[in-house]
C-alpha cells in the first residue's frame, strides 16, 4: 500500500509532491476562531484584534515552520470540537492568561491583542489542558502553588524556545547567570542539531530535561511554586514535535 502523507493543513499530499507543496490560505478568520469558541465578552472591535492576533498566530507571521506547529496546535482543538471562552478582564495581572479549570482565555486590555508571542504561550497552555487535563496543576489557591505548576510552566517554556532559532531569545532563564544560559542553550542547539529537527521522543532530551527542570524551578522565580514532579514527562510538547515530523513540513528537505 501506498503511505499517505499529509501536509500541515491536514490535507492528504501525493507522495510525488513532496518538496513543492504550497500550503492553502487559511479559512476565513471569522470562521478560524468560531470554530474554537464558546463565550465571549468582547467588543467587536476587540474580536477584530483577536482574530488579526489568530491568523498571525496561524500563519507563523510568515515563518513556514512555526505555522506548521501552531496549526496543529489549532487543529487539535477545532477537529476534536475544543471550545474555549475569550474574556476581557481588567484584574488580569499579565496581558494574556489561560485557566484551565474554565478553559478561558483572559485579556487584560486592547493592547494584549499585539503579543501573538504571548499567545503562543497561553495556547500551549491550552493544548496541554485538551490533551492531558492541566486542572488540578495550574491554579494557586490560599494554600499556594499546586505540584507540577512549574513542569507545567517549563514545558510550555521549552516548547516557545525550541521553535526560536536564535539562543539570545531562549527564555527560560532570561534571569539566570550567563553559564546556566549558555549550558541552556547549547543543550537545546544539540537536541535541534543545529535546527534540523525536534525532540520526539524523551530520550531525545539526552537525560537533561530533569536537571534544567530542577534548574528552572529555583532560578526562574518558582521556588516557592509547589514542587517539581520528576515523572511527569512533557507529553504535550512530545505530542506536537512527534506528528510534526510525521507530516511533510517546510523542515524536510525537498
Ligand atoms: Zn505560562
Redesign the pocket.
Known amino acids: 500500500m501506498e503511505p499517505t502523507y499529509e501536509d500541515c493543513d491536514g490535507i492528504a499530499v501525493p507522495q510525488d509532491t513532496i518538496g513543492g507543496i504550497v500550503l492553502p490560505p487559511l479559512s476565513n478568520p471569522t470562521d478560524t476562531l468560531n470554530k474554537i469558541m464558546r463565550n465571549t465578552n468582547l467588543s467587536e472591535a476587540q474580536l477584530a484584534k483577536l482574530r488579526t492576533m489568530l491568523s498571525r498566530f496561524l500563519s507563523g507571521d510568515g515563518n513556514e515552520r512555526w505555522a506548521c506547529i501552531h496549526k496543529q496546535l489549532y487543529r487539535h482543538m477545532a477537529s476534536n470540537n475544543l471550545k474555549f471562552d475569550f474574556m476581557m478582564n481588567s484584574n488580569n495581572l499579565v496581558p494574556q492568561s ?1 485557566n484551565p479549570v474554565t478553559s478561558t482565555f483572559s485579556f487584560l486590555n486592547d493592547d494584549s491583542f499585539n503579543y501573538p508571542n504571548i499567545f503562543e ?2 495556547f500551549f ?1 491550552a493544548f496541554q489542558d485538551m490533551f492531558i487535563a492541566t486542572d488540578t496543576y495550574a491554579i494557586a489557591t490560599s494554600e499556594g502553588y499546586p505540584d507540577g505548576y512549574t513542569n ?2 517549563f514545558e ?1 517554556a521549552v516548547f516557545t524556545d525550541l521553535l526560536k532559532t536564535n539562543t539570545v531569545e531562549y527564555g527560560a532563564f532570561m534571569n539566570a547567570d550567563e553559564e546556566l544560559r549558555e549550558d541552556y542553550s547549547g543543550w537545546l542547539n544539540l537536541i535541534k542539531d543545529n535546527n534540523k529537527k525536534y525532540p520526539t521522543t524523551f530520550d531525545d532530551f539526552q537525560g537533561r530535561y530533569n536537571f534544567f527542570l530542577k534548574k528552572f524551578q529555583f532560578n526562574s522565580g518558582y521556588a516557592d511554586k509547589g514542587q517539581i514532579l520528576l515523572n511527569m514527562k512533557p507529553v504535550s510538547l512530545l505530542e506536537v514535535f512527534f506528528n510534526f515530523s510525521m507530516q511533510i513540513n517546510p523542515m524536510k528537505p525537498s
Do not use: G, K, Q
Open positions: 489561560y504561550h497561553e497552555h507545567i510552566e510550555t
